[in-house]
């Protein structure tokens, strides 16, 4: 049930990526699909750096290290954002 589900949202997110790329999309539509797959990336990346600060309530490392991982995810998300949609390359 686990692999479905897996394979059910892989699909829809590449299709939404791949939507939110083409021309022959609506500009709405296009719109609309950027910020729903914008809003799922940056509610995981959220989801992380809270838990990341939960711990480091507790345990400072393990927190630091969290947030680190949430802090790089964010910025590699911003790339390839920028990459895909705002066609700028380094």
């Known amino acids: 049930m686990e692999f ?3 394979i059910l949202f892989e699909l829809i997110l590449e299709g939404g990526v791949a939507a ?14 950027i910020v729903l797959i914008s ?19 507790t345990n400072k490392i393990a927190g630091s290290f969290i947030i680190t991982i949430g802090l790089v995810l ?15 390359t380094k």
């Open 4 to 6: 479905l589900f897996e």
């Open 20 to 33: 939110s790329q083409s021309k022959k999309v609506p500009k709405a539509v296009r719109g609309f699909l």
């Open 39 to 57: 809003a799922l990336f940056l509610s995981v990346i959220g989801l992380i750096l809270f838990i990341g600060v939960t711990c480091w309530i």
């Open 74 to 88: 964010f910025f590699m998300a911003a790339v390839k954002f920028s990459k895909i949609y705002l066609g700028k």
